[in-house]
């Protein structure tokens, strides 16, 4: 099935034309600056070069019609007409109480504007973009699916705050974590590779990027995740601060005078490698001034590695059996300094890297030593694959 994926910001849209079955892509892109002076889209035809169309995008609704004219250019588009392209996915940062993959109707909408509190960065532009898709192309198959549905198998006592139950029972504050979409296509492959039913597998799943999440998944469903209510919690990123006591807001605030939103912006896009380090936001930046001797910036590889290696050591003592670990996302898939470091001081838990394996790998690929007990794997991943399988599957049962 030929299905259009659409993942919208609050002023931007990326998209790709792809098939479920063979995970062959068409085309892809990306409208940027919507509704900011010098929108544009950014549009490659399969492995053509890309083309670059400059134009007023005062809303989401402007950059879905510019990008189906894209889409149905005579001399860079891939389609003759809209009727080529048999459903649309949508990928979703936070989708509350929706757990699975559906079809968009009001209450669908209605249920992510809630969400809105939880993702108050991603879930807006969602939302405008399948609005926007409804007004350019009225009566094509919508399918959302939710980043936060594949961790809705979290039992409560990895998900429940312990804080007052009330808030739980009433505003649904728990863990939903994030990156659901992409923990879910590694643990199907890395089943696949170890010549078993997904729910025949325990393992931790590593997502790391500039957003990174680690999860222990048990019996081929999430058991815990790092990522919380917001994808705030967890590990150390590009610039979130990832686990902290929340006293710190308490005495920061009270100390300089913050607001809520002040507060906000420091922890979710000052901090993390960008803040400790004062270098950059991205790990090969830091990993760079770390090796010239910048001693913060060693620092920041310091205290990044140990958080994902302490949520690792933590997840193998609750699933008891790992049978493999993996790792993924920008971070994940290229920076074999990153996997080693991470998995330094393992080896008695067995996980056991393959030095040679590891150096310089980053295609799919095996990387654990011949006589390591838990299997280490490299699986880039591929959230817009599954979206587009996930989508299929919700339109041929209409």
Same mark, same amino acid.
């Given at each position: ?7 919208s910001?609050s ?17 892809k ?12 889209i ?8 890309k ?9 989401h ?13 005579e001399?860079?588009g891939?389609?003759?007409n809209?009727? &080529? ?11 509350g ?16 504007e ?13 939302i ?12 094509k ?12 198998s ?5 998900s ?7 808030y ?9 974590g ?17 010549g078993?039913?997904?729910e025949?597998v ?12 680690i ?5 081929g469903?999430?058991?815990d ?9 967890g ?16 005495v ?32 090969r &930046? ?5 090796k010239e001797?910048?001693e ?6 310091d205290?990044f ?7 690792i ?5 609750l ?12 971070i ?10 991470i ?6 838990l067995?996980?056991?890297?393959d ?11 095996e ?5 390591s ?18 989508t ?7």
């Open positions: 099935m030929d299905i259009l994926i659409l993942n910001g002023s931007s849209l990326k998209y790709q034309y792809m098939n479920s079955v063979s995970g062959k892509v068409y085309g892109g990306l409208i940027e600056r919507i509704g900011i002076e010098g929108s544009n950014q549009h490659k035809k399969g492995d053509e070069e083309v670059i169309i400059e134009r007023d995008l005062p809303s609704k402007e950059a879905v019609e510019l990008l189906f004219e894209v889409l149905q250019h001399d860079y891939i389609i003759d809209v009727d &080529d392209i048999q459903a649309i996915g949508h990928r979703i940062v936070h989708g109480s929706i757990i699975q993959p559906q079809l968009v109707d009001d209450k669908a909408l209605e249920t992510l809630d969400a809105i509190r939880f993702a108050p960065l991603h879930n807006p532009g969602a405008q973009g399948i609005l926007g898709v409804q007004a350019v192309v009225p009566g198959p919508n399918v959302i699916c939710v980043d936060t549905g594949f961790h809705a979290i039992p409560e006592e990895n429940v705050y312990a804080i007052p139950y009330e739980y029972e009433k505003d649904k504050i728990k863990r939903y994030a990156h659901g979409t992409s923990h879910k296509y590694i643990t199907l492959q890395v089943a696949e590779k170890l078993k039913k997904p025949e325990n393992i931790i799943t590593c997502h790391l990027g500039n957003g990174s999440s999860t222990a998944v048990k019996n469903k999430s058991y995740t790092s990522m919380g209510l917001t994808p705030l919690e590990l150390v990123m590009g610039t979130r601060s990832g686990d902290i006591d929340p006293a710190v807001i308490f920061l605030g009270k100390q300089y005078n913050m607001s809520y939103e002040e507060m906000d912006t420091l922890l979710n896009k000052k901090s993390g490698l960008l803040g400790l380090s004062g270098v950059s936001s991205d790990f &930046d830091v990993t760079i001034a770390s001797g910048n913060r910036a060693k620092l920041t590889i205290v590695a140990n958080r994902a290696k302490k949520y050591g933590a997840y193998m003592a699933l008891g059996k790992v049978d493999a670990i993996a790792f993924a996302g920008g994940g898939e290229n920076s074999d300094f990153a996997r080693k470091i998995l330094d001081g393992l080896e008695e067995g996980v056991k890297l030095e040679s394996k590891n150096a310089g790998a980053r295609e799919e690929k990387i654990s030593a011949d006589d007990k838990v299997k280490i794997f490299i699986v880039p991943t591929n959230e817009e694959l599954m979206i587009a399988r996930e299929q599957n919700i339109v041929e049962n209409l």
